[in-house]
């Protein structure tokens, strides 16, 4: 299930992910939601509950199904992947499986705004379906807050960048990241083998010879071009993204993520953190 095909959330994941691993069984537990802010700043949306689903090989499981209070349900993609939005503020009952492996049932709970996250381990058998392998019945799995929320918000409220939350990132619907970069105002993005290359005001045809274009993904710096060509946007594409800060010109890049010949800083949140 594609993320750009539902609805987007604004709130973002972090902190790392928990292995909790019962009857070989491996859940890693999710990330909260930021604390509530102005209506007028931030609005909580509905929460996810996202993951991946593994063979005992560790490798993605596709076609196994996932199933949420017995009402919403979706299937892996190639690689195990899968995601169910919106689902409602709660404690909310699991089960996934695929014909040949044990199912398993558990619990987790959100709030408004939460993406639960958690890579789920099928063992393979010839039982029948009904039979599944229950996981802590008694308490719901807890999140975590996003330990960069906090710093987009505070940058955001400033003004001085373009920010894009996830909610932004899925009603732009755009293809690839360079091309969520351009809605940038002065940003042009075109794609090439390989590369996608930004053509940013104030910066020179590609950034002229003397300044910098700089990609940071979740805090660490990833890129660094002088020619406006990039190639991080094509290994984070926006359905793995929650958020994006664009920075252009002296005098607006956060202290932290300066560089004295940038002219162009990209910070990119993943679904991962």
Known sequence: MSFLAQRGVGRLLGRGLVTLAIVGVSVAQPLSAQQPVARSEITAPPAIVQGRILGADKKGLEEAEVVVDDTARTFTDRKGRFAIDPV???????????????????????????VWDGTITLDRTAQSLP????????????????????????RRRAGLGTFLDRIDIENARAYNTAKLVATAPGIMARASSGWDELNVSRCGNGFGTASKGIVYVDGFKTETSVTGRFV????????????????????VIPPMYDDPQACLVVLLWTTRR
């Open 131 to 154: 039979q599944v392998v229950v996981l802590d019945s008694t308490k719901a799995l807890k999140n975590y807050r996003p330990r960069w929320i906090d710093g987009f918000v505070e």
């Open 232 to 251: 991080t946007f094509h290994d984070y594409p926006p359905d793995r993204l929650w958020a994006i800060e664009i920075y252009k010109g002296r005098g």
């Open 88 to 114: 409602k503020a709660g404690v909310h009952e699991v089960l996934v499986r695929k014909i040949g492996f044990v199912p398993v049932r558990f619990r987790v709970a959100v709030t408004e705004g939460d």
